[in-house]
């Protein structure tokens, strides 16, 4: 029903900046919860920023360096990333759900890749 499109993936360098985009196909006021999650070949996908009821959550990992934005007027969201390291490389993605517990709706995922 509810597509999403992430965009904005890419090779940097080390100490670099990207800003990924979550594209939605409709309306996102009624998605409570959105977030940004990551996952590198053989590990566990893991939460990196996540939007929730006027709070915003971020990997201890990312604190300081990442920052998660939604425009409900554009219908998308955004993680400006920063400082970005090595470690950061991995496959982003965007979900979108109604509440907290949902697991809701999920991007394709757009590669990041941090060279030093």
């Known amino acids: 029903q509810v597509q999403l499109v992430e965009s904005g993936g890419g090779l940097v360098q080390a100490g670099g900046s ?11 006021f009624s998605f409570n919860v959105m977030g940004w ?9 893991e939460l990196v920023a996540r939007i929730s009821y006027g709070g915003t959550n971020y ?12 425009d409900n007027a554009k219908n998308t969201m955004y993680l400006q990333m920063n400082s970005l ?5 991995g496959v982003y993605y965007c979900n979108a759900a ?3 517990m949902d697991s809701g709706y999920w991007g394709q995922g757009t590669q990041v890749t941090v060279s030093s």
Do not use: H, M, N
């Not at 999650?37 to 996908?45: D, I, L, S």
């Not at 990997?59 to 939604?70: H, L, M, Y």
């Open 18 to 28: 990207l800003r990924l985009s979550c594209a939605a196909s409709g309306s996102i």
């Open 37 to 45: 999650y990551r996952q590198a070949p053989g590990k566990q996908r």
């Open 59 to 70: 990997a201890d990992s990312v604190k300081g360096r990442f920052t998660a934005s939604r």
């Open 85 to 89: 390291k090595p470690e950061d490389t």
């Open 98 to 100: 109604r509440y907290l």
